[in-house]
T-cell receptor, first 112, second 115 residues
Framework: QKEVEQDPGPLSVPEGAIVSLNCTYS??????FMWYRQYSRKGPELLMY????GNKEDGRFTAQVDKSSKYISLFIRDSQPSDSATYLC????????????FGTGTSLTVIP | EAQVTQNPRYLITVTGKKLTVTCSQN?????MSWYRQDPGLGLRQIYY???????DKGDVPEGYKVSRKEKRNFPLILESPSPNQTSLYFC??????????????FGPGTRLTVT
């Protein structure tokens, strides 16, 4: 079983829709949860960073962590064509800056 | 501009021919990592480094070597490449921020094909 599971999609939505992306994980010791966005032919860029359970909002993006269910989500409101990318979830055991575990990524296309 | 650079961006080589992929960061970050990205498997960490002369294995270190002789550089060495090392490789660096989190910055990637 992989440490982090993520539905690869692809996911296709109309512009303006609310997008929900999810990951599940098996290791209850994970404490730090991240979402990265990766455009085609580019490296991943950090989008959201959350510690432990709860919600975090940044503009149109909301990250949720439910440690009891080992489940994290990223919501994108009012999706735009520029949001079309692959979204990767990532987790780490502690805030030591060295080991991160990534999901396989979900490919999202927002249709104008 | 703060960035992580990798060279080369594209490389086609033959089995057994030693190669090095360079990685350099200009942010004075302590932590650096190498990942490979494969379809259906996502990003997997190969090696990481906590500082100069301090390196450790990630999840998939077999067939790879690294060195960290200078803080800014973290080259990835394939002594005897094999076709199963055909992949997209990313270098990343990170540092503890003022908000108490480690933000990883990724390079643009190196697409390696081993025939």
């Amino acid at each position: 079983q992989k440490e982090v599971e993520q539905d690869p999609g692809p996911l296709s939505v109309p512009e303006g829709a609310i997008v929900s992306l999810n990951c599940t994980y098996s290791n209850s010791a994970f404490q730090y949860f991240m979402w990265y966005r990766q455009y085609s032919r580019k490296g991943p860029e950090l989008l959201m960073y959350t510690y432990s359970s709860g919600n975090k909002e940044d503009g149109r993006f909301t990250a949720q962590v439910d440690k009891s269910s080992k489940y994290i989500s990223l919501f994108i409101r009012d999706s735009q064509p520029s949001d079309s990318a692959t979204y990767l979830c990532a987790m780490s055991l502690s805030n030591t800056g060295n080991q991160f575990y990534f999901g396989t990524g979900t490919s999202l296309t927002v249709i104008p | 501009e703060a960035q992580v650079t990798q060279n080369p961006r594209y490389l086609i080589t033959v089995t057994g021919k030693k190669l090095t992929v360079t990685c350099s960061q200009n942010m004075n970050h302590e932590y650096m990592s190498w990942y490979r990205q494969d379809p259906g498997l996502g990003l997997r960490q190969i090696y990481y480094s906590m500082n100069v002369e301090v390196t450790d294995k990630g999840d998939v270190p077999e067939g790879y070597k690294v060195s960290r002789k200078e803080k800014r550089n973290f080259p990835l060495i394939l002594e005897s490449p094999s076709p199963n090392q055909t992949s997209l490789y990313f270098c990343a660096s990170s540092q503890l921020t003022g908000t108490g989190r480690y933000e990883q910055y990724f390079g643009p990637g190196t697409r390696l094909t081993v025939t």
